[in-house]
């Protein structure tokens, strides 16, 4: 059965490509912001939209978090991307030092990347954590960044998968916890690499 | 382990079409830019930059065609740009499917134009683009430094380029696209003096872009401090392949991707081998 896939529309910016990339590897997707959509779906995906405070600030106008908050209670599907992953951590030090307070699933905050250039734009390889799903048969690729800010990795697991990158130092690139999955790189821009990762995801719904 | 060096073909695109002979051996139809950019997708391309030529804006549908067509078929990063004057035309070519739009001579005229984009979109999105020459008195010699310029290269405005990047960067400019002008159509390779200066004014990245003749041309812009390396007409003509550039990267001892698609279809390394050109592309 082909799995549903509601991607959230909360923001302006490039929707189109996640959507046609998770039509691509045989999802059936529809692009909404409608609650009752977005809970009834396999899987739900939630973009970044510009930087955090956007982000988070679109998401509750949305009830995106609630929304979020229920899927995962019922072990429900989600996918975050880019900004959509930061949102998940405590906060992130983008507009003021003190922290703006994200959803708190996940501990952690998102600060600068300490690196010589910035943003981190480009193919960065991913190093999967073990018994990662969303990696299976991309332990050594490169895929597609572009950020300013991560949450950098303290080494701490819990019941996480985490999936490490480089840039600076080690930040957090991916998490998989239950039925919450992130990725702070774009896989709907990362070529074939992004294509299976997406596949590996839309097959587990 | 570090960000690869990103290896970025450009296309001129005119009323939705592309401009500036390109020539593949096997391509259906050598002017549609959606065919070319699975092409150059599929031949190991890290992202693909578009430049609208389209000389009405009143023919920009066409433009907003072609961004949407190809978005939907090639998964690795798209720029648009080329008469990007207002926040609204890049909301427009960020819903159509850009991941980043390049603006100009607009920035020139209203620098705010930066920070507005950058407010409402994040700065990732915008790429400041610049055409630059080298200083020259009247009678044509250089006098040292670098200045900005509009209409090609032909028209200077009197800006220092290396402070207009660095306050562009300031304004929230997430990268620079520096254009050599002195260097584009020579094919004798990046103007490495100018990228060494940008990169030691700026910290975001940095595209070098004019005067890429060879595979070897591409180590020295990157020594010099690019990030990201862009040409048209040495990729279009298919002298050069995008894996022969990445070879040539790779041996100077910097980090490239490899495309999974590239080892698995072999039939690429054959059809990288296209028909020469007759005559070199025209400086844009």
Same mark, same amino acid.
């Given at each position: 059965?082909?799995?549903?896939?509601?991607?959230?529309?909360?923001?302006?910016?490039?929707?189109?490509?996640?959507?046609?990339?998770?039509?691509?590897?045989?999802?059936?997707?529809?692009?909404?912001?409608?609650?009752?959509?977005?809970?009834?779906?396999?899987?739900?995906?939630?973009?970044?939209?510009?930087?955090?405070?956007?982000?988070?600030?679109?998401?509750?106008?949305?009830?995106?978090?609630?929304?979020?908050?229920?899927?995962?209670?019922?072990?429900?599907?989600?996918?975050?991307?880019?900004?959509?992953?930061?949102?998940?951590?405590?906060?992130?030090?983008?507009?003021?030092?003190?922290?703006?307070?994200?959803?708190?699933?996940?501990?952690?905050?998102?600060?600068?990347?300490?690196?010589?250039?910035?943003?981190?734009?480009?193919?960065?390889?991913?190093?999967?954590?073990?018994?990662?799903?969303?990696?299976?048969?991309?332990?050594?690729?490169?895929?597609?960044?572009?950020?300013?800010?991560?949450?950098?990795?303290?080494?701490?697991?819990?019941?996480?998968?985490?999936?490490?990158?480089?840039?600076?130092?080690?930040?957090?690139?991916?998490?998989?916890?239950?039925?919450?999955?992130?990725?702070?790189?774009?896989?709907?821009?990362?070529?074939?690499?992004?294509?299976?990762?997406?596949?590996?995801?839309?097959?587990?719904? | 382990?570090?960000?690869?060096?990103?290896?970025? %073909?450009?296309?001129?695109?005119?009323?939705? !079409?592309?401009?500036?002979?390109?020539?593949?051996?096997?391509? !259906?139809?050598?002017?549609?830019?959606?065919?070319?950019?699975?092409?150059? @997708?599929?031949?190991?391309?890290?992202?693909?930059?578009?430049?609208?030529?389209?000389?009405?804006?009143?023919?920009?549908?066409?433009?907003?065609?072609?961004? #949407? *067509?190809?978005?939907?078929?090639?998964?690795?990063?798209?720029?648009?740009?080329?008469?990007?004057?207002?926040?609204?035309?890049?909301?427009?070519?960020?819903?159509?499917?850009?991941?980043?739009?390049?603006?100009?001579?607009?920035?020139?005229?209203?620098?705010?134009?930066?920070?507005?984009?950058?407010?409402?979109?994040?700065?990732?999105?915008?790429?400041?683009?610049?055409?630059?020459? #080298?200083?020259?008195?009247?009678?044509?010699?250089?006098? @040292?430094?670098?200045?900005?310029?509009?209409?090609?290269? !032909?028209?200077?405005?009197?800006?220092?380029?290396? +402070?207009?990047?660095?306050?562009?960067?300031?304004?929230?400019?997430?990268?620079?696209?520096?254009?050599?002008?002195?260097?584009?159509?020579?094919?004798?390779?990046?103007?490495?003096?100018?990228? !060494?200066?940008?990169?030691?004014?700026? +910290?975001? %990245?940095?595209?070098?872009?004019?005067?890429?003749?060879?595979?070897?041309?591409?180590?020295?812009?990157? +020594?010099?401090?690019?990030?990201?390396?862009?040409?048209?007409?040495?990729?279009?003509? @298919?002298?050069?392949?995008?894996?022969?550039?990445?070879?040539?990267?790779? #041996?100077?001892?910097? %980090?490239?991707? *490899?495309?999974?698609?590239?080892? +698995?279809?072999?039939?690429?390394?054959?059809?990288?081998?296209?028909?020469?050109?007759?005559?070199?592309?025209?400086?844009?």
């Amino acid at each position: 059965m082909t799995a549903s896939v509601v991607v959230l529309d909360y923001g302006s910016g490039n929707v189109r490509s996640v959507v046609r990339a998770l039509e691509h590897v045989g999802a059936s997707v529809e692009l909404t912001a409608d609650p009752a959509r977005a809970a009834g779906a396999d899987g739900l995906l939630v973009p970044g939209v510009g930087n955090f405070h956007a982000c988070i600030a679109g998401l509750r106008a949305a009830r995106g978090e609630e929304l979020v908050r229920a899927r995962v209670a019922r072990d429900a599907p989600v996918l975050g991307i880019c900004v959509g992953l930061q949102v998940l951590y405590d906060g992130s030090t983008e507009h003021s030092a003190a922290a703006e307070p994200g959803m708190g699933i996940w501990r952690g905050r998102v600060e600068r990347l300490p690196a010589d250039v910035v943003p981190h734009m480009g193919w960065s390889p991913v190093r999967p954590g073990p018994g990662s799903a969303l990696f299976e048969g991309l332990a050594d690729e490169r895929f597609y960044f572009v950020h300013s800010y991560a949450v950098p990795d303290d080494g701490e697991r819990a019941s996480r998968v985490v999936s490490t990158a480089e840039h600076g130092h080690r930040f957090v690139a991916a998490v998989e916890d239950g039925p919450l999955s992130a990725t702070q790189f774009h896989p709907e821009k990362s070529g074939d690499a992004g294509l299976r990762l997406l596949k590996n995801w839309v097959r587990s719904l | 382990m570090s960000v690869a060096v990103r290896v970025i %073909p450009c296309l001129d695109v005119d009323d939705g !079409r592309v401009v500036k002979g390109v020539n593949f051996a096997d391509l !259906r139809d050598a002017g549609d830019p959606v065919e070319l950019a699975r092409r150059y @997708g599929e031949d190991g391309a890290d992202e693909l930059t578009f430049l609208d030529v389209t000389a009405s804006s009143s023919d920009r549908s066409t433009t907003y065609d072609v961004v #949407r *067509r190809t978005a939907e078929e090639v998964f690795i990063p798209l720029t648009v740009g080329g008469g990007v004057r207002t926040v609204e035309d890049v909301d427009r070519l960020l819903r159509v499917g850009a991941d980043k739009v390049g603006v100009n001579t607009a920035a020139i005229a209203r620098p705010e134009l930066i920070a507005e984009v950058a407010d409402r979109f994040g700065a990732q999105v915008l790429v400041l683009s610049a055409d630059v020459r #080298r200083r020259r008195d009247d009678t044509g010699a250089v006098t @040292g430094g670098f200045e900005v310029t509009t209409h090609g290269g !032909r028209r200077g405005t009197g800006i220092d380029a290396v +402070q207009w990047c660095a306050r562009a960067a300031d304004l929230g400019a997430g990268e620079i696209l520096l254009n050599s002008m002195d260097a584009d159509g020579t094919k004798a390779g990046f103007d490495v003096e100018l990228i !060494r200066a940008v990169r030691g004014e700026v +910290q975001v %990245p940095v595209i070098a872009s004019g005067g890429a003749g060879s595979p070897a041309h591409f180590a020295p812009a990157v +020594q010099a401090g690019a990030d990201a390396v862009l040409a048209a007409s040495i990729f279009h003509f @298919g002298e050069v392949g995008i894996g022969e550039v990445k070879d040539a990267l790779e #041996r100077a001892g910097h %980090p490239v991707r *490899r495309g999974r698609a590239a080892a +698995q279809t072999p039939r690429l390394a054959e059809d990288s081998d296209a028909t020469e050109a007759s005559s070199p592309r025209n400086s844009t």
